[in-house]
């Protein structure tokens, strides 16, 4: 994934407007934002097209307006608050396409930065309508897409513009890139993928994707169930998708005819109740009973994950390996995060985690900074795990 274009490669801006797309879709409460990672992201994009010489209009979509222009999903409120975190004015214009957002960034001082209204107000965005790429192209002389997390859609402000304009990845999509590319594009092998979650019907391009590309392919949560059920585990009323039986055993054999070891628990920790400290035992495969429930791995399978990782080069993670939002069940995900983050930070591993889900289990197991990089994107970092092109990606190699 080399093969896309940098900022750097777009040389001297000056004069020049750059349309940069980010992820401004922030969480907020009461007009105010409550979490601003996400424009933090977009500071380094922002200064090294303002070094370049560029005035900066920025694009991002806020909620699901639908091609209607909605007021309380304006963006209006996020100028001033990325103004903030910038440490520079932000102008705002309520229109993304046009005169009037075209006078405005005119209007602008050169370096200045604009933040133009949510491109979902037209409905063309979402249809990746070729007249508003058009339109909306006329507004700048390049376009920078930073917004990784919209990726896997083909919208006028992901895909379309850089059919009309020269087009750059910023620097979150470049880092993100580049750790996905290190991770599952050109990886050091071993690969471990270590996939979890609640279910396998939701994951099942995933596997298949998987188990083609790594290594040693680790299953947990609620999907390994599945698979040991598929095995003949009586799994009591584990949370199980028994009709997916032949899926299962189907990945198993795509598995072993691509020489890539499925990994399933070897010890379980049940429970009668689906509940924070729940009565608990830690117990071998073959002895869950019928009114108990899998809610972890136990300690030995994450030994054996320890010593999977201490014989890869590069691991990837989307889910976790039980009910991790319920103490004691967070100990597996806890312990093999742990194990990742050591051997992340020490240079021996390249540990990349992403998924919602993912994202808060290594939040909570302290080692979102330790790993080589942690995805925010939910959609697009579960397709791209799924092998699929994604288009505002493709769009910068162009
Ligand atoms: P997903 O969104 O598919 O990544 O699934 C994440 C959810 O799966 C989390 O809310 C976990 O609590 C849940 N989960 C993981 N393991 C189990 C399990 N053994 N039984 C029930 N739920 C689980």
């Known amino acids: 994934m080399a093969d896309f274009k940098?900022?750097?490669?777009?040389?001297?801006?000056?004069?020049?407007?750059?349309?940069?797309?980010?992820?401004?879709?922030?969480?907020?409460?009461?007009?105010?934002?409550?979490?601003?990672?996400?424009?933090?992201?977009?500071?380094?994009?922002?200064?090294?097209?303002?070094?370049?010489?560029a005035k900066v209009a920025l694009l991002a979509h806020f909620g699901r307006p639908k091609g209607e222009v909605k007021p309380e999903m304006s963006l209006a409120p996020i100028a001033p608050a990325f103004a903030q975190v910038l440490g520079h004015p932000v102008s705002f214009c309520d229109e993304s396409v046009g005169e009037?957002?075209?006078?405005?960034?005119?209007?602008?001082?050169?370096?200045?930065?604009?933040l133009l209204e949510n491109t979902r107000f037209h409905k063309g965005e979402e249809k990746n309508d070729a007249d508003l790429?058009?339109?909306?192209?006329e507004l700048g002389d390049v376009f920078v897409s930073d917004a990784f997390s919209a990726a896997h859609r083909a919208h006028v402000s992901t895909v379309g513009l850089a059919d009309y304009l020269p087009a750059y990845a910023g620097k979150s999509m470049e880092r993100e890139l580049d750790a996905l590319n290190?991770?599952?594009?050109?990886?050091?092998?071993?690969?471990?993928a270590v996939v979890g979650g609640a279910k396998v019907s939701s994951k099942i391009d995933l596997l298949k994707n998987l188990v083609a590309k790594v290594d040693y392919l680790v299953i947990g949560g609620g999907m390994a169930n599945t698979f040991l059920a598929?095995?003949?585990?009586?799994?009591?009323?584990?949370?199980?998708?028994?009709?997916?039986?032949?899926?299962?055993?189907?990945?198993?054999?795509?598995?072993?005819?691509?020489?890539?070891?499925?990994?399933?628990?070897?010890?379980?920790?049940?429970?009668?109740?689906?509940?924070?400290?729940?009565?608990?035992?830690?117990?071998?495969?073959?002895?869950?009973?019928?009114?108990?429930?899998?809610l972890d791995a136990g300690p030995a399978t994450v030994t054996r994950l320890e010593t999977i990782m201490d014989g890869a080069k590069t691991l990837i993670w989307n889910g976790p390996l039980g009910a991790f939002e319920l103490t004691p069940f967070d100990a597996a995900t806890v312990g093999a995060a742990q194990a990742a983050g050591a051997r992340a930070k020490a240079g021996k591993l390249i540990a990349v985690a992403g998924g919602g889900d993912t994202v808060a289990a290594m939040n909570h197991a302290g080692v979102a900074e330790d790993l080589s990089f942690v995805s925010t994107a939910g959609g697009a970092f579960?397709?791209?795990?799924?092998?699929?092109?994604?288009?505002?990606?493709?769009?910068?190699?162009?």
């Open 382 to 398: 579960l397709e791209w795990m799924e092998g699929k092109a994604l288009p505002g990606v493709e769009a910068l190699k162009k």
């Open 6 to 53: 940098r900022i750097e490669d777009a040389g001297d801006l000056t004069g020049k407007v750059a349309l940069v797309r980010v992820d401004f879709n922030v969480p907020m409460a009461d007009g105010k934002v409550t979490d601003d990672t996400r424009l933090v992201a977009a500071v380094e994009t922002v200064n090294a097209l303002r070094q370049a010489g």
């Open 133 to 137: 790429a058009k339109a909306m192209s």
């Open 100 to 114: 009037k957002a075209k006078a405005a960034i005119e209007g602008l001082e050169a370096t200045g930065v604009i």
């Open 230 to 294: 598929a095995q003949g585990v009586d799994v009591g009323k584990s949370l199980c998708e028994h009709d997916l039986k032949d899926t299962a055993l189907k990945i198993d054999e795509n598995a072993k005819a691509a020489g890539c070891e499925i990994v399933l628990p070897v010890d379980l920790v049940v429970a009668k109740d689906f509940a924070a400290n729940a009565a608990n035992r830690t117990i071998g495969l073959d002895e869950v009973e019928a009114d108990e429930m899998i």
């Open 182 to 192: 290190a991770a599952l594009g050109k990886p050091e092998r071993p690969v471990v």
